[in-house]
């Protein structure tokens, strides 16, 4: 479908985690802002698959940028999440030294230290005993990091575009970018979908950055994807740790971690590969052998048959390693090589951007900026005397649609009306179809309320965008 | 709106298990009974098991799933059971009392006894962790089973099915009658998992191969399955298959997740039945073992 | 796990080795496993065995079951149904042809008989299950 030529001031091409942040942050000023995100919906590309982890920052080099922006980013996250209301744990981290690493951990509290994080402290074996009873006896000792929290990437993207549109953001999806020109003072960036005009391009194109930049005729290094596996654990296997646990850290990763997720199960991983293909997000056995025999070391009780479900996720890495943020040229800002500590980091990319436009743009603030969204009502979460108001306000929450998450035919029908198109969209933004069954039950229920919603036929209903229709006719 | 706080005997469950443990406690003298079922109606996956198979030991007739239904319903219908539908079960006490949700709103009831008549379900290719892509196209036989029958949709048009269970050889010739092609059927030991007579039903008489002691390793296909690379364990051989759908019947897993995430075990008043106890051959011992068990519960 | 059955096995009759053929019976649980010639039947513990093995040399007769569309007011709803009888086996393709031209503007009830195929080559079904 093409469109008309729009004029807008800013362009945010991207919708990750960065792009989400940036369109939030945004959408506080008098700028007419658009985001474009080639998928079918946001979050779908680096930012759905990975460890979820909000760093402390101490874990990489002072001096980079992408420490200073990982501090900050930490601290913004807490009122963020309470602004935006998304799930966000602050359960802290531990980096773990076995015997003959000990020494390794005090350097990393003084890294730390440095950068202002607070609350960091070295806890022995008694603490461990304590605290961490699951941990392998063997750790000697560990760097407790309590800033360190865990979040869903896919809710806290949905919770940042809620908010963006509501303050006037345009978000088009399947809009991929096609060629990129200068013209005169402004940028013509033409999509799939349409032509448009912008004042400042910001490329948040996550795998594709290297890509974008170079359509527009600018150098910027190179992406080299990085894949990472994760392997989450059944619920009955219960809460191994309370906090995320971290091996010392190596060079291209920060190793092979135990995750306590914002949902209540334990995720182990992720791996650490590089690929050539920004596309190649399977799953392997290697991989699973990997972090198995990882994560056994650090919790000896692992057993494999606690795994019921895995996935792969990309890192756009660079060979320098630090986040590259900059106006390449006027009027077109490069974010490339953001992979971690770039979720972590992602509200404070947003607000150190927005000053680099603001040095050559008039930004005002608008006075009627909301700057609070609402969640879908989360039933599973809520009381039965909550759940009762909710039944007798509105029939649909007393409707199961998901048996393993609890999740109603109200939260599918609101996921849909907050802009869930397809069936991830919906996985995504309400827990269903995440449980133990895969969507066994609830695939059908499903697709029935997206075609009701919807008015489409169920030939038309896709897994994640055109192709993976779910149906042949 | 259910009539009691309190019953002699509460039912989660309302398919074969379920309403035969209803017949057979009323007959046995349990007054007040409730049957709690998810689903709008009773029948549980018998209404989408439009086959044949059905009824020879218990009725003396060979009926489809929906038949047997039907039948067994209206025996079930005379045993004065309080039925609510619509209602899914989400929590249990030790102290037997249970929490459900319905459009009404959220209830609870205790009861002298209760038994788990929730079925089974399936294994999926997450719980395998089958290497590979996750595209579109990947689904248990179950679902598709749904999907067909229920919705009159069809899945796709290539297919693999992985797994020899029962539910897996029905769709092979449910699929292929409506117009599919099924590919082969590849299991993992070195016998098949479900009854001959499917085998021969749904396999043989559409020229369908099945392949022993074959296992899939990968998984392939962005958006949509592509194909498998998969491997003959007897030989070392390995070999790759286009297809758009693969169909999982891997077998089976009796549903006790509600006794599990309460901590409780059978006993001290809870009971389970049908498949949620072992995943039975036959729906007709489901109904026979449903009633005995109906029938030995005593009031308190 | 094998159901008891009422009938012991019949001693074996002698079989024309050239033409003799295996079937597994479809006909009950059991599953005997029977060999025929053509006139005499081996392995079958009732008649209705033995009847299927004579019949299965022939022609393989079938049962199919599937679903009917029908298109109601409240949106459309898929119909269980049978063939009355077996049908051969090798005209399960034509007879599903004619069974999925079917269209019923309203849901019958669980017995009705439907007739589906063209007058030459009518198949009659019947209707297996309540719809939701």
């Known amino acids: 479908m093409v469109r008309m030529t729009l004029n807008v001031d800013i362009l945010i091409i991207g919708g990750g985690i960065v792009g989400s942040c940036l369109a939030r942050e945004l959408a506080k000023y008098h700028v007419n802002v658009t985001l474009l995100e080639k998928e079918a919906e946001l979050c779908f590309g680096v930012s759905k698959a990975n460890s979820g982890i909000v760093h402390t920052g101490f874990q990489s080099d002072a001096k980079a940028l992408k420490t200073q922006l990982a501090v900050r980013g930490n601290a913004l996250y807490r009122d963020l999440a309470r602004e935006l209301d998304f799930p966000f744990l602050p359960i802290g981290e531990l980096v773990v030294a076995f015997p003959g690493e000990e020494k390794g951990l005090e350097p990393i509290r003084k890294n730390g230290e440095d950068l202002g994080i607070p609350g960091l402290e070295i806890v022995d074996r008694t603490w461990l005993d304590q605290h961490e009873p699951n941990l392998s006896k063997e750790i000697r000792c560990a760097l407790l990091g309590p800033t360190a929290a865990v979040i869903n990437p896919y809710e806290t993207v949905y919770a940042l575009a809620e908010n963006a549109v509501a303050n006037g953001v345009r978000i088009e999806h399947e809009a991929e970018v096609k060629t990129i020109e200068r013209q005169g003072t402004a940028w013509k960036v033409m999509t799939s979908r349409g032509l448009h005009h912008a004042r400042y391009v910001i490329n948040a194109a996550g795998l ?22 994760e392997y989450l654990l059944d619920e009955h296997a219960g809460r191994l740790t309370s906090r995320v646990i971290f091996p010392l850290p190596r060079k291209e990763t920060k190793g092979v971690l135990v995750i306590p997720t914002v949902d209540g199960n334990t995720m182990i ?84 951007v927005v000053d680099m436009i603001g040095n050559h743009v008039d930004l005002t603030l608008k006075e009627n900026h909301v700057a609070s969204r609402k969640a879908i009502p989360r039933f599973r979460v809520l009381g039965t005397e909550e759940r009762n108001r909710l039944i007798r306000a509105n029939r649909d929450f007393g409707e199961v649609v998901c048996r393993c998450e609890l999740v109603t035919k109200a939260e599918i029908r609101e996921a849909i009306r907050r802009g869930a198109r397809t069936m991830d969209g919906v996985k995504f933004r309400t827990r269903s179809q995440m449980g133990r069954c895969h969507g066994a039950f609830c695939t059908m229920k499903i697709m029935t309320i997206m075609a009701q919603e919807l008015g489409i036929p169920y030939d038309r209903i896709t897994k994640r965008g055109k192709g993976s229709e779910v149906i042949k006719t | 709106m259910i009539r009691h706080t309190h019953y002699d005997l509460i039912i989660i469950g309302g398919g074969p298990a379920g309403m035969a443990v209803a017949v057979g406690a009323a007959d046995g003298g349990l007054k007040k009974i409730l049957l709690l079922e998810r689903h709008p109606r009773l029948g549980g996956i018998l209404n989408q098991c439009i086959h044949v198979g059905f009824g020879l030991r218990y009725f003396k007739e060979e009926l489809t799933g929906t038949e047997y239904a039907f039948r067994y319903k209206q025996q079930f219908e005379h045993s004065g059971t309080e039925v609510s539908t619509n209602s899914f079960v989400h929590k249990l006490t030790p102290a037997k009392d249970v929490t459900f949700v319905c459009p009404e709103g959220e209830f609870l009831v205790s009861g002298d006894h ?159 039945a049908g498949n949620a106890d072992y995943v039975h051959d036959l729906v007709d011992w489901v109904s026979k073992d449903g009633e005995k068990l109906g029938r030995a519960l005593r009031s308190a | 796990m094998k159901a008891q059955t009422k009938s012991k096995k019949k001693p074996d009759k002698p079989l024309d080795r050239t033409k003799s053929r295996k079937f597994t019976c479809l006909v009950c649980p059991t599953c005997c496993e029977l060999e025929t010639d053509g006139s005499n039947v081996n392995g079958a513990r009732c008649p209705r065995g033995e009847a299927f093995a004579l019949q299965e040399m022939v022609m393989p007769m079938r049962v199919v079951t599937t679903t009917v569309r029908c298109d109601t007011a409240e949106g459309l709803r898929m119909v269980p149904v049978k063939t009355t009888s077996a049908v051969p086996l090798g005209r399960i393709f034509e007879i599903m042809k004619g069974i999925k031209a079917l269209r019923l503007a309203q849901v019958p009830a669980i017995g009705t008989k439907i007739h589906a195929g063209t007058t030459e080559n009518q198949v009659e079904l019947v209707v297996t299950g309540e719809v939701g």
Request: glycine share 10%; proline share 6%; hydrophobic share 40%.
């Open chain 1, 269 to 352: 991983g992720p791996t650490a590969e590089e690929m050539f293909n920004p596309e190649d997000v399977t799953t392997s056995r290697a991989g699973k052998h990997w972090v198995v025999e990882n994560i056994r070391r650090l919790i000896p009780s692992l057993r494999e048959d606690m795994i019921i479900a895995s996935f792969a996720g990309l890192r756009p890495a660079t060979q320098g390693g630090d986040f590259h943020i900059q106006e390449d040229k006027p009027g077109f800002i490069n974010l490339v090589g953001i992979q971690s500590p770039g979720l972590t980091a992602a509200p404070a990319i947003a607000e150190y």
């Open chain 2, 114 to 272: 209760v038994v788990l008549a929730t079925g089974c379900r399936e294994r999926t290719r997450e719980m395998l962790t089958t290497p590979g892509t996750r595209p579109a196209g990947i689904l248990t036989a179950g679902l598709a089973q749904e999907m067909v029958n229920i919705h009159g949709l069809l899945p796709g048009r290539n297919v693999v099915i992985v797994g020899s269970g029962d539910i897996g050889l029905i769709m092979a010739r449910r699929m292929t009658l409506e117009g599919a092609r099924v590919h082969a059927v590849l299991e993992i030991l070195d016998h098949l998992s479900g009854l001959v007579r499917n085998k021969i039903q749904c396999l043989d008489d559409f020229c369908i191969p099945l392949f022993l002691s074959h296992e899939v390793l990968e998984i392939m296909g962005k958006d949509r399955v592509e194909g498998i690379r998969f491997r003959d364990n007897a030989t070392g051989e390995v070999k790759d298959m286009n297809c758009d759908t693969l169909l999982y019947s891997v077998g089976l897993i009796p549903e006790r997740d509600l006794l599990m995430d309460a901590g409780i075990e059978p006993g001290n008043g809870y009971h389970v």
């Open chain 1, 208 to 229: 594709y950055a290297d890509r974008i930049a170079r359509m527009a005729g600018m150098q910027v290094p190179a992406i080299y994807p990085w894949k990472g596996e």
